[in-house]
């Protein structure tokens, strides 16, 4: 699987319905299946994204700016989930996987970092991975 079919399955699984964010300013925080998280860009930025999508490449609208990170790339994508007497009951660790034929078109490829996490109902998810992508 990949990490947002990941997500979004295990999600509606526990009835999590995904991560909850803070106050979205961007429009897409403002829909229905939006989550919010931060990513870890290194000397590039720490950005609080949105994203608002099914497919795998949904792009990450960075909430303080009109900035886009567009995903090219995803590392491996490792996942807990708890029960709400803190026995882990999943585990794994999804593969790298890319998009292919995708084309930065004069922009510089960057390497992040994130973390989701989200509780509700007692059962938490949470997960880490990586994602090369560009900023426009």
Sequence with gaps: MRIFRVVCTLSIALLLGGVVAGSALADPGNAKKSFSFTIDCGTNGVFDVVVNGNGDFTPAHDLNS?????????????????????????????????????????????????????????????GSGGVTGFIT
């Design 66 to 126: 009109n900035r886009v990170l567009i995903p090219v790339a995803f590392g491996e994508f490792s996942f807990t989930i708890t029960n709400p007497s803190g026995v882990v009951i999943d585990s794994g660790t999804d593969p790298a996987f890319s998009k292919g034929s995708s084309s930065p078109k004069g922009h510089t490829l960057i390497e992040c970092t994130y973390f989701v996490t989200n509780t509700q109902n007692g059962f938490t998810f949470s």
